[in-house]
């Protein structure tokens, strides 16, 4: 009763179906990123009342992963994802986003290392660490940032090297 979706709790039987499904599935992902049962109780009336209500555990995780588990687990099974693909696919968002994310962060830490160094072959990383990030996740603001002032600064310490096509290659 822990996952259970409010519908299967009251037992409303004509409301059971793929949206209780993917709640139940957002019930598991919402454990797995707060370690956390969904529905609290300490009895199996108490649990069953807290699913028929909604009513979650507390959690102070922040995580756009738990909001993907939360939409999932909408009182209303119409305001739900429609059906498991679109959980799935929210998740590979999610998913993508943090590795675009993540490849982006790297990126600005090649940069400053290659400004640093002056080192060509750091810049070229940084160049491709933000493409890549884009690729990922067209929309990721930190990748289109790094990527920016990496072209400048790869540009700039190609010129300071006379390396002039290297330099206008980046602009």
């Not at 498991?84 to 790297?106: D, G």
Request: aromatic fraction near 8%.
């Amino acid at each position: 009763p822990a996952f259970m979706a409010p519908e299967m709790a009251r037992a409303e039987v004509d409301k059971i179906g793929v949206g209780s499904d993917v709640y139940l599935l957002g019930g598991i992902l919402f454990q797995i990123v707060t370690g956390l049962f969904p529905h609290p109780g300490e009895t199996v009336t108490t649990c069953l009342t807290n699913a028929a209500n909604n009513t979650f555990q507390k959690s102070d995780v922040k995580s756009e992963l738990l909001e993907v588990a939360m939409t999932a687990m909408a009182y209303d099974p119409e305001s739900r994802y429609p059906d498991v693909p679109a959980f799935q696919k929210a998740i590979r968002q999610y998913l993508e986003r943090r590795e675009s994310m993540r490849l982006a962060t790297q990126a600005a830490k090649n940069l400053k290392t290659a400004r640093l160094k002056g080192d060509y072959t750091l810049f070229s990383r940084t160049v491709f660490g933000c493409e890549e990030a884009s690729r990922i996740w067209s929309k990721n603001p930190k990748a289109k940032r790094v990527l920016g002032k990496a072209r400048l600064a790869y540009a700039a310490c190609a010129l300071a090297k006379n390396d002039l096509d290297l330099a206008l290659s980046q602009v």
